[in-house]
């Protein structure tokens, strides 16, 4: 490699100078503090700096967002404690999802056949109903189906689909998941 050689090509961040010198000096550091606890503080402060934010969001201290103008969530979604999404293309999370403790959403990498390490960025989709246990990463371009559930510590570096329990790393299918009707 020859990573002096290193340019983003096409890439941009996506937000202006502005912008992102407030986020980073002032949004971030509020919005992932521990003293600030209140999930309806840390959603109005992601919508200030552009997050699509539904109703119902809980987010716990310690959640870290790279770029909150790249980042959209649905109704009645979970993010547990140091959640991290390292959004450099758009993450979509649709409604009544659990994102649980440490889970890592990497929505970019290297090509590294490529002398100069080029950035290479994909956009990350988690459907609704779906559960990510703790501990679990999200790699570039996946989508996580429909009701799908990624059990602990698994890796996903390919698309899940719907209704089906992965575990391993790379996480594979391991049963379907079946839900009780609500009485």
């Known amino acids: 490699m020859h990573l002096e050689l290193y340019k983003a090509k096409n890439y941009t961040i996506g937000a202006g100078l502005v912008r992102q010198v407030l986020w980073y000096g002032l949004g ?3 919005f992932s503090s521990y003293l600030l606890p209140f999930s309806a503080l840390k959603v109005a402060i992601l919508r200030l700096f552009g997050a699509k934010i539904g109703q119902g969001v809980r987010i716990k201290p310690g959640v870290r967002i790279k770029f909150p103008w790249r980042l959209s969530i649905g109704d009645h979604v979970w993010l547990g404690e140091g959640v991290w999404i390292d959004n450099l293309a758009p993450i979509t999370i649709e409604s ?56 602990l510590g698994s890796v996903a570096c390919s698309s899940l689909e719907p209704m089906t329990i992965y575990a391993g790393n790379p996480a594979k299918p391991i049963k379907k998941r079946n839900l009780r009707n609500f009485a």
């Not at 056949?113 to 996946?142: M, Y």
């Open 28 to 30: 971030q550091a509020l």
């Open 96 to 151: 009544q999802v659990c994102v649980s403790q440490k889970v890592y959403f990497c929505t970019g990498n290297h090509d590294w056949s490529d002398p100069s390490f080029s950035l290479i960025t994909a956009s990350i989709q988690v459907k609704k109903d779906s559960w990510l246990a703790a501990g679990t990463i999200i790699g570039p371009g996946v989508t996580i189906g429909q009701g799908a559930v990624l059990c």
